[in-house]
């Protein structure tokens, strides 16, 4: 089983213009998140539609690739990525280029999830605690996921899923455990080519979450679990919590 990682990355953000170049103690934030996947996985690029970007990654001795500037989601983007880079993998892991502080061992957990040569498609998800409060469980910008007993993603939704009958929601944290979606995929190339084919689906252009057009289309999503929170990167103020975090 051989990997390569594509780290989608655009330069325009209305948040955070220029976000993968903001500086994170002499590093662009791009570089901290590749040396991070690089350490679990020999072969990583960075996959952009900006020129500003490719010659940064090239700048620290990265790999990287132009892409589109009209790819609806980073999966389509990885997918052109993929066949410009034109070397052949068995799977394609993809990691958000605002995730500086992804662990290695969690690259491992979702490769670990190819292997069955049945799974199609892997996740991340990270289960909630009883000390977290209701305003993280409920946060829309942190989807929740329902899993069946073969470790599959049931469905994923900016609600909170499932819904506790009979409980008051202050309870809910206490009998239920409820998982959080990080949002780091690994597809089989022959999979990652089949659902960059796909309509939006119903389900996706409600929730505006692309995984559902997956599961609406018949295929199945593994799921790796994590203990450890990410910490994306979306705003100017998010940078600043991070590079306190790192300092």
């Not at 009958?165 to 080519?193: C, P």
Request: proline content about 5%; aromatic content about 10%; some cysteine.
């Amino acid at each position: 089983m051989n990997f390569i990682a594509i780290i989608p990355a655009r330069y325009a953000s209305s948040r955070f213009p220029g976000k993968p170049l903001a500086d994170m103690f002499g590093k662009p934030m791009i570089q901290r998140v590749y040396e991070q996947v690089q350490k679990a996985i020999d072969e990583v690029w960075v996959a952009t539609d900006d020129v500003r970007l490719y010659d940064a990654v090239v700048a620290f001795g990265g790999k990287s690739v132009m892409t589109s500037v009209n790819h609806r989601s980073g999966t389509d983007r990885i997918n052109e990525a993929y066949n410009k880079i034109g070397k052949d993998f068995n799977v394609i892991i993809n990691v958000q280029g605002d995730e500086p502080f992804i662990q290695p061992h969690q690259v491992e957990t979702l490769k670990a999830c190819f292997d069955s040569e049945q799974v199609e498609l892997a996740t991340l998800v990270k289960p909630f605690k009883k000390e977290d409060n209701l305003e993280l469980l409920s946060n829309p910008n942190s989807p929740k996921v329902v899993i069946n007993k073969n470790s599959e993603a049931i469905y994923f939704s900016r609600s909170v899923i499932p819904y506790i009958r009979d409980t008051a929601q202050s309870e809910w944290l206490n009998k239920h455990t409820f998982f959080k979606h990080i949002g780091m995929y690994g597809y089989r190339s022959d999979v990652l080519a089949d659902i960059t084919k796909l309509s939006p689906s119903p389900l996706e252009v409600a929730e505006s979450l692309e995984q559902l057009r997956w599961i609406e289309n018949g295929y199945r999503i593994r799921v790796g679990y994590t203990d450890i929170e990410t910490i994306g990167i979306y705003t100017p103020v998010d940078m600043e919590r991070a590079l306190k975090l790192l300092k």
